[in-house]
Nanobody, 115 residues
């Protein structure tokens, strides 16, 4: 199973970006999908998750600004990020649980928000 994340880049404060993470390989069941981020010098933190039936959860720091969604047919998870600010600058990682709990990580995509 491989994950390919995309959509990161440089954006001005107040702007928006949409991250995508597509999975490929031998996948017969899809459970949770998550987005994490890691700012320079800090630990990796969970910011958004979506269950197999579409239930979502968000970290307080992104609640109301970010939206996680998924396309099961494409085995892809998205993160729509609005009202970005400098504190959102980080490397964003996708993570999926498939095939009865096996965890896989994407390679990370850098988001830089200029103030």
């Amino acid at each position: 199973v491989q994950l390919q994340a995309s959509g990161g880049g440089l954006v001005q404060a107040g702007g928006s970006l949409r991250l995508s993470c597509a999975a490929s390989g031998s996948i017969y069941s899809i459970e949770g999908m998550r987005w994490y981020r890691q700012a320079p010098g800090r630990q990796r933190n969970l910011i958004a998750s979506i269950t197999s039936v579409g239930g979502t959860n968000y970290a307080d720091s992104v609640k109301g600004r970010f939206t996680i969604s998924r396309d099961n047919a494409k085995i892809t998870v998205y993160l729509q990020m609005n009202s970005l600010n400098a504190e959102d600058t980080a490397v964003y990682f996708c993570n999926i649980l498939v095939n009865q709990g096996r965890s896989y990580w994407g390679q990370g995509t850098l988001v830089t928000v200029s103030s």
